[in-house]
């Protein structure tokens, strides 16, 4: 059955008529809660078609958007247009309409392919930012189809990173920015502790990891629960840094010459500050200890 634009969206479309689309067109069954014969009253039935009018748009869309020149505006309005429903259709559409992955994969591929795996990084860790600690479900959802793509793709922490990168040159102390965490660990089909998959960016170097940390500290758009979690787990991990461990012993070196990611311009770092060894001593000889 060929249907246009006009009868979708016209108000007048007998329910009938617009039943029909709904359960068959393109020869794919939605989801069962659209089925006439399954909703109580009229202005239900109504409502939920309409929704579904709105997600087959909304799907349809991604086609032209591939096409788009400024795709990261294009990413950062449908963020700002998304809502709990939508992505809740969105992931009852992908379910039915693909075979042999989760809905999340289907949806995080799909944008993928539209927008691009760096855009959507990228414009994911953005909008996380804006929102800090108050980041709501469409946005954790769209992060959720993101790495469940990535992971099904066998994406590493590594490409993420360079994702981001492509942003802004970014400093050690952005990578506990609101957003960035969840993406990197999420990457991480290990399932390490965020302390593991950052410490591993570091590649294994504490001190650097801890001068990242108290620099992060100084920032408004740092996720406080990240960093608290990765001082914990260095304190349960090492609880002997401020007498044994190689690591605090090169921290405390007066002279830093000779250490070959003091000054190394990929990662923007500097050899800390008095004040900055202060705190991070600070940090490493108080508060819990958890266990290894």
């Given at each position: ?42 202005e239900e039935r109504v409502l939920n078609i309409r929704q579904f009018l709105d ?93 469940a793509c990535w992971n099904a793709e066998g994406r590493t922490t590594n490409e ?83 007498v044994e461990h190689e690591a605090f012993r090169t921290l405390m070196d007066p ?38």
């Open positions: 059955m060929t249907t246009s634009v006009s009868n979708m969206s016209n108000p007048n479309t007998p329910l009938a008529y617009l039943t029909d689309i709904a359960e068959h067109r393109n020869d794919v069954l939605v989801n069962g809660t659209i089925k006439a014969g399954e909703v109580g009253n009229r997600i087959e748009t909304l799907v349809g869309s991604f086609a032209q958007q591939k096409m788009a020149e400024d795709k990261f505006a294009a990413v950062e309005c449908l963020l700002i247009e998304l809502t709990e429903v939508k992505v809740e259709g969105l992931l009852d559409w992908y379910r039915v309409a693909n075979k042999g992955a989760t809905p999340e994969e289907a949806l995080g591929s799909a944008l993928a392919d539209t927008y691009g795996d760096d855009v959507m990084a990228q414009a994911i860790v953005r909008a996380s930012i804006k929102k800090k600690a108050k980041i709501g479900a469409p946005l954790e959802a769209v992060k959720d189809a993101m790495i993420v990173l360079q994702w981001l990168e492509r942003d802004k040159p970014s400093s050690d102390k952005d990578l506990f920015d609101y957003g960035i965490a969840k993406l990197l660990t999420g990457a991480d089909t290990v399932h390490k502790h965020v302390a593991e998959v950052l410490l591993d960016h570091f590649e294994g170097e504490y001190v650097r990891f801890f001068v990242a940390l108290v620099r992060a500290e100084k920032k408004e758009t740092a996720d406080e629960s990240v960093m608290k979690a990765c001082w914990d787990w260095l304190r349960s991990k090492h609880p002997d840094y401020a002279s830093p010459e000779g250490n070959k990611w003091a000054e190394a311009e990929d990662h923007l770092f500097g050899w800390p500050t008095k004040d900055e060894k202060k705190e991070i001593y600070e940090e490493l000889t108080s508060g819990p200890v958890s266990g290894n």
